[in-house]
């Protein structure tokens, strides 16, 4: 690699709520840990693998089918209606 190029990575701690992970970043916070002897940033996720409904297997499936019947129906009288046509 050449030298002077690449941004520089700093261990960090993800937080998220009640899960916290250590890895490396190159974006650092103001506030640090210190686990196992070396200092971490911490950052504070909002939401991650540990609290995305994907992952968590709380997805909702979108019925999009329904959602045109339900469109139709409700805008059915004004498509029919002469002065709009």
Request: net charge positive; aromatic share 10%.
């Amino acid at each position: 690699m050449k030298t002077g190029i690449h941004p520089q990575n700093y261990p960090v701690l993800f937080v998220d709520g009640d899960h916290e992970w250590t890895g490396v970043s190159t974006h650092h916070g103001n506030e640090t840990r210190e686990i196992d002897g070396v200092t971490h940033y911490v950052i504070r996720l909002d939401i991650s693998a540990f609290s995305h409904p994907f992952y968590t297997g709380q997805k909702k499936l979108v019925d999009t089918a329904g959602r045109v019947e339900k469109f139709m129906r409700r805008y059915a009288k004004q498509m029919n209606d002469p002065v709009r046509k």
